[in-house]
């Protein structure tokens, strides 16, 4: 079979490219130290609803002022449903699932996750304007995915 030079050209520029873009990850990989997260929480997605926090899911104040808002996701909804916080508020969340992916945006802010069964997401905003924040699945996770969303109240 005859290859013609040109092919042989190009073939050997599209190998080239890959090897080089393969390279250049391996580099930024080993002289940035990019490494995948180390403290990731784990949690059983069967047995979310028996393993606290996640079997009350709601808004929890810290000692130091701080709030930790623990919310679950199952087709098609977010629990709990509404917060309140105070205007100045820091909140952490955690987020998981119980079935499938969802993403957990809160609107205006920089809080946007992605939820996966078995793992724990979380997120920190301080909420330093008023208003109702919207919670909204940001992945499609099904037929009702549109309804799925929640609302943070900051007075």
């Known amino acids: 079979m005859h290859v013609h030079r ?7 520029l599209g190998i080239a490219t890959l090897v080089a ?3 250049i990850l391996v580099a930024l990989q080993i002289g940035e130290g990019f490494t995948p997260p180390s403290h990731i929480q784990t949690i059983d997605p069967t047995k979310v609803s028996s393993t606290p926090p996640f079997d009350h899911p709601g808004l929890v104040r810290r000692a130091d002022g701080s709030y930790e808002a623990y919310y679950v996701g199952q087709v098609f909804s977010w629990q709990p449903a509404s917060l309140a916080v105070p205007r100045g508020a820091k909140v952490t969340f955690y987020v998981t699932s119980t079935d499938v992916v969802h993403g957990f945006l809160v609107e205006h802010t920089d809080v946007n996750l992605e939820v996966m069964p078995g793992w724990v997401s979380s997120g920190t905003h301080i909420f330093s304007k008023p208003g109702d924040y919207l919670i909204v699945c940001d992945q499609y996770c ?3 995915h549109a309804s799925m969303f929640a609302h943070i109240l900051v007075k």
């Open 21 to 23: 873009f393969f390279a």
């Open 142 to 144: 099904g037929e009702g």
């Open 6 to 12: 040109l092919e042989k050209i190009f073939l050997g």
